[in-house]
């Protein structure tokens, strides 16, 4: 647990410089996959900053392995890929497992995909439709919309072509703050 955390981490700080050349953007991207897969099959939660009495889940992600991948992948499509006629294969071949999969460091990535949601809408606003703004939705899953929320709130960046949908899943949270 420890180590992937540490080389997510390192990852991260040095991601820049991993993508500058194809061949280093290919050696990065296989590493980041690599210890993405590792971090999905680890048993071991983190869970430092979650109690009952205030579950901060934003903390908790900027604080886990799944953010430092997630952040890394976003970074690396936003320099690399954003604007290529492949931008929906690396949409879905760097965060799809993130969505998918049910380990710890996924559940945080996911909510680091929910902080950059404007990001993604202003990419693909079908592919973040059916992807990430599902995981603002109390009817769907409430643990997911709670930490979709805590972590898109944090720097919120409305932009008009998402506002109708976020204003309808937020008017959701509105039944919820007795839960909260």
Not at 19 to 46: C, M, P, W
Not at 56 to 78: H, K, P, Q
Not at 114 to 134: C, D, G, K, M, R
Request: with cysteine; hydrophobic share 35%; glycine share 2%.
């Amino acid at each position: 647990h420890s180590f992937h955390y540490k080389i997510a981490k390192i990852i991260h700080k040095y991601g820049s410089n991993l993508y500058l050349t194809s061949k280093n953007e290919l050696q990065s991207k296989k590493l980041a996959t690599t210890i993405r897969n590792i971090a999905f099959q680890d048993k071991e939660v983190g869970r430092v900053f979650i109690t009952e009495d205030s579950p901060d889940w934003w903390t908790e992600a900027i604080n886990s392995t799944g953010y430092y991948l997630c952040e890394y992948f976003v970074r690396l499509f936003d320099k690399n890929h954003k604007n290529s006629y492949t931008k929906l294969e690396k949409l879905n071949e760097f965060f799809l497992p993130f969505l998918e999969n049910k380990s710890y460091s996924a559940q945080m990535g996911k909510t680091t995909l929910a902080h950059f949601l404007s990001f993604f809408y202003s990419v693909s606003e079908e592919w973040t439709s059916q992807n990430i703004l599902p995981l603002f939705d109390w009817t769907v899953d409430k643990t997911s919309a709670l930490q979709s929320w805590q972590a898109f709130l944090y720097k919120p960046q409305w932009i008009r072509p998402l506002y109708d949908n976020l204003i309808f899943l937020h008017e959701k949270t509105f039944i919820h703050f007795k839960e909260i």
